[in-house]
């Protein structure tokens, strides 16, 4: 079967974070939205029949996770990444973030260190200062364009650091890390007894012909060691319904982990995750292929387009998912005439670079999960707003 991608679907009035949140962060609704991540593609039918054939039964009822949503994930990262995963390294969380807060409180206490790798995903740094623990930052090296992790520096700021949080694949800059930094990391960590928790919620979208390696798989010691995050939210575009889940080797790990969900009924979950998860690994693979080429083809028409009409705009080439990383420091700008170039200008809602840490001054984030034409038409507005600076 054939997916058209090219379906441009109006989300607006739907509550749409990336749509209807326009107007709390910029007080107008009439950019293109190009920042919060998730996809403006229809969610998969096989996952829309699969809650609708849930709804056709009245009573929404207490709902248990049936053997079929564990043995979609259980298939799923055995066929993708070679995991042997048992029903009982599965838990359930509400979400990547909300499944990192309850590690952060299952495994440290407050005052403790956390380390994390900036520029990342932002909700990691809250997570860490909201919780009263403290923000440890190793940041990513950036040389010819492409980031590299700072072995030297983590191996000296890992002491007295309780839990190190892995992006991977990495979110702004789309690398999927190496087997020799993730082997790196995973020796230093366990010989400091550092746990680590490895966010792989983009996983599932690795572009060829890159291949992903989930942490866990690098060596015994990271497998011993570690919280692996997954979900199918982003590869198949259901992040409203709150569906994630951790893998975790460790008997004991695993068993502080539960208990702490346990208490507070933290993984109970809701009868729409179940069905969904199952829907979206069962029969996703074709859905997800052509999806993959489709984003891809959306991020060399932005590469090659910038290359040729805004030289100064230089994107990172993604090694996964639908985020491109803009590096704009050769425009000259404060942050904040950049963001008014982008806003005011532009009439584009990306994200703002430095809400991933303070080394992504001058970067922007571009969301390019959408119908190619809502890209050429923000290619050019950029372009027009970017002519208006030069
Ligand atoms: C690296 C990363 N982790 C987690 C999330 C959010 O996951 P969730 O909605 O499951 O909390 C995102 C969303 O953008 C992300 O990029």
């Not at 564990?70 to 029903?87: C, F, L, P, Q, T």
């Amino acid at each position: 079967m054939e997916y058209n991608f090219d379906k441009v679907i109006d989300r607006s009035g739907t509550d749409a974070e990336k749509w209807d949140g326009m107007m709390e962060i910029w007080g107008r609704n009439d950019l293109i939205p190009l920042w919060v991540a998730d996809m403006d593609l229809a969610t998969p039918p096989f996952i829309l029949d699969a809650l609708k054939k849930r709804c056709e039964h009245p009573i929404l009822g207490y709902t248990r996770k049936s053997d079929g949503y564990y043995h979609a994930i259980i298939n799923w990262v055995k066929a993708r990444y070679g995991m042997d995963v048992k029903k009982e390294y599965l838990n359930y969380v509400p979400g990547i973030v909300a499944g990192i807060g309850m590690a952060i409180n299952a495994f440290t206490n407050p005052g403790d260190k956390i380390m994390i790798m900036p520029p990342v995903y932002h909700p990691f740094a809250w997570l860490i200062t909201r919780n009263h623990r403290r923000l440890v930052e190793c940041p990513l090296q950036l040389t010819d364009g492409h980031y590299r992790m700072n072995l030297e520096l983590f191996r000296r700021k890992i002491k007295g650091i309780r839990l190190f949080i892995l992006c991977n694949p990495h979110n702004p800059g789309g690398v999927v890390w190496g087997r020799e930094e993730l082997e790196a990391i995973a020796n230093i960590c366990a010989d400091d007894n550092v746990i680590v928790l490895s966010d792989e919620i983009h996983a599932d979208l690795t572009l060829p012909p890159y291949r992903f390696l989930p942490f866990a798989m690098v060596s015994e010691k990271a497998r011993n060691n570690s919280v692996t995050f997954m979900s199918p939210s982003k590869a198949f575009n259901m992040a409203g319904l709150a569906a994630s889940h951790t893998i975790i080797y460790n008997k004991g790990l695993r068993e502080r982990f539960s208990a702490y969900l346990e208490a507070g009924e933290l993984n109970m979950g809701h009868l729409f995750a179940f069905p969904a998860v199952e829907a979206a690994y069962s029969n996703g693979t074709e859905w997800l292929d052509q999806c993959i080429s489709y984003l891809q083809g959306n991020i060399d028409y932005v590469i090659d387009y910038l290359k040729e009409h805004m030289p100064l705009i230089k994107p990172m080439r993604p090694m996964a998912s639908y985020l491109i990383w803009l590096d704009c420091r050769a425009l000259g700008l404060s942050q904040k005439e950049l963001n008014e170039l982008f806003v005011e200008k532009a009439h584009l809602a990306l994200n703002d670079g430095e809400m991933f840490g303070k080394e992504g001054q001058g970067f922007m984030r571009m969301n390019i999960g959408c119908p190619r034409s809502v890209l050429v038409k923000a290619m050019q507005q950029l372009e027009e707003a970017y002519r208006m600076f030069r």
